[in-house]
């Protein structure tokens, strides 16, 4: 069984910057899409940036356009971990943040921003920004 763990988070002034990180262990995480998705009440739970396995070893990245440019993700295979560095947050940014492991290998551009492609999830991080 898959467990996913994120850690991270808090309170930040607009402008600011968080760092957001997620463990996957209990599976071969190399081989695993990991996504980052987030939550307001009331709301659907989006899609935030995905670090997609296409092969052994190689991977792609993509964002929702309201973070390009701000948001990075980035991948530690040796750590089990990828992580989410936010920079100038936004009011808007505030959410549950989570983190999701899918084993899927068939993932495309369209389905790999689908929550229900991913099968593994963490338990949620709240970011908070103020204005």
């Known amino acids: 069984q898959v467990q996913v763990v994120e850690s991270g988070g808090g309170l930040v002034q607009a402008g600011g910057s968080l760092s957001l990180s997620c463990v996957a262990s209990g599976g071969t995480f190399r081989t695993y899409s990991m996504g980052w998705f987030r939550q307001v009440p009331g709301k659907e739970r989006e899609f935030v940036a995905v670090f997609k396995s296409i092969g052994s070893n190689v991977y792609t990245t993509d964002y929702v356009d309201p973070v390009k440019g701000r948001f990075t993700i980035s991948r530690h295979n040796a750590k089990n971990m990828v992580s989410l560095e936010m920079n100038s947050l936004k009011p808007e940014d505030t959410a549950i943040y989570y983190c999701?492991?899918?084993?899927?290998?068939?993932?495309?551009?369209?389905?790999?921003?689908?929550?229900?492609?991913?099968?593994?999830w963490g338990q949620g991080t709240q970011v908070t920004v103020s204005s």
């Open positions: 999701a492991a899918s084993d899927n290998r068939g993932l495309t551009k369209a389905t790999m921003t689908k929550r229900e492609n991913y099968a593994y």
